[in-house]
T-cell receptor
Framework: AQSVTQLGSHVSVSEGALVLLRCNYS??????LFWYVQYPNQGLQLLLK??????LVKGINGFEAEFKKSETSFHLTKPSAHMSDAAEYFC????????????FGKGTMLLVSP | EAEVAQSPRYKITEKSQAVAFWCDPI?????LYWYRQILGQGPELLVQ????????DSQLPKDRFSAERLKGVDSTLKIQPAELGDSAMYLC??????????????FGPGTRLLVL
C-alpha cells in the first residue's frame, strides 16, 4: 500500500526566504507523487507531479520538487517565499499502474511573515 | 478555465437530519471522486465513479452514506442520518480517465458541513 508522511504540521518562513516542505513516501515500487495546495475554504490545486522521467519537477508559482528514490523523498521547495504562498500543502501518492487511489498526507501549513 | 462545481458551499444541520451535496465535474471527465477532509487532515476517498458505475466505495460508510451518478455526469452524495462526526469538508474531484494513474484530479471548492 502507498503512503506519504509529511514532516511538520506547520512551517514558518519570512517573506523572501527559502521554502522547504518535506514529504517521504512508502512504497514497494516507485510511485507517482503529487503536491497540492489548498487555500482557506477552497479545494485543492495541483502544484506539480512526478510520474516518470526527469526527477526534478517544476510546477506552478515557482515551486519545484525532486524525486529521490534513495531517500524515498519528494520535498517541495521554492527559492523565495511570497505572502501569497501562505496555505496548506498536501503531498499525495498513488501506485504507478492499473487502478489505484490517491493517498494524501496530513498536510503542512505554510506561514509567511513579512 | 473549466472548473468542478459544488453546492452548497456551506451546510449546517442537526444530527439525525438528512443532507445532500451536489457536484458537477469538468465537462468530458469520465471519472468522479468524493473525498472527506476532516479538519487538520488530508482528504480521504469515499467513493469513485467511472461514468455512472462505482469503481471503489470501500471507504464509504454505507449504513448512512450513499452516492449516485445516474447519467454519468453530475453526482450527489447523501448522508442520512447525519452524525456529529460527519462534520468535515466534502470535496469532489474529476479527471479525464481512470487508467494509468498519471491523470490529474481537479478539485471543486468543497462543501463544509457542520453537524450540531
Amino acid at each position: 500500500a502507498q503512503s506519504v508522511t509529511q514532516l511538520g504540521s506547520h512551517v514558518s518562513v519570512s517573506e523572501g526566504a527559502l521554502v522547504l516542505l518535506r514529504c517521504n513516501y512508502s512504497s514497494s515500487v516507485p510511485p507517482y507523487l503529487f503536491w497540492y495546495v489548498q487555500y482557506p475554504n477552497q479545494g485543492l490545486q495541483l502544484l506539480l507531479k512526478y510520474t516518470t522521467g526527469a526527477t526534478l519537477v517544476k510546477g506552478i508559482n515557482g515551486f519545484e520538487a525532486e524525486f529521490k528514490k534513495s531517500e524515498t523523498s519528494f520535498h517541495l521547495t521554492k527559492p523565495s517565499a511570497h505572502m501569497s504562498d501562505a496555505a496548506e500543502y498536501f503531498c499525495a501518492t498513488r501506485a504507478p499502474s492499473g487502478y489505484s487511489t490517491l493517498t494524501f498526507g496530513k498536510g503542512t501549513m505554510l506561514l509567511v511573515s513579512p | 478555465e473549466a472548473e468542478v462545481a459544488q453546492s452548497p458551499r456551506y451546510k449546517i444541520t442537526e444530527k439525525s437530519q438528512a443532507v445532500a451535496f451536489w457536484c458537477d465535474p469538468i465537462s468530458g471527465h469520465a471519472t468522479l471522486y468524493w473525498y472527506r477532509q476532516i479538519l487538520g487532515q488530508g482528504p480521504e476517498l469515499l467513493v469513485q465513479f467511472q461514468d455512472e458505475s462505482v469503481v471503489d466505495d470501500s471507504q464509504l460508510p454505507k449504513d448512512r452514506f450513499s452516492a449516485e451518478r445516474l447519467k454519468g455526469v453530475d453526482s450527489t452524495l447523501k448522508i442520512q442520518p447525519a452524525e456529529l462526526g460527519d462534520s468535515a469538508m466534502y470535496l469532489c474531484a474529476s479527471s479525464l480517465t481512470l487508467a494509468g494513474g498519471q491523470e490529474t484530479q481537479y478539485f471543486g471548492p468543497g462543501t463544509r458541513l457542520l453537524v450540531l
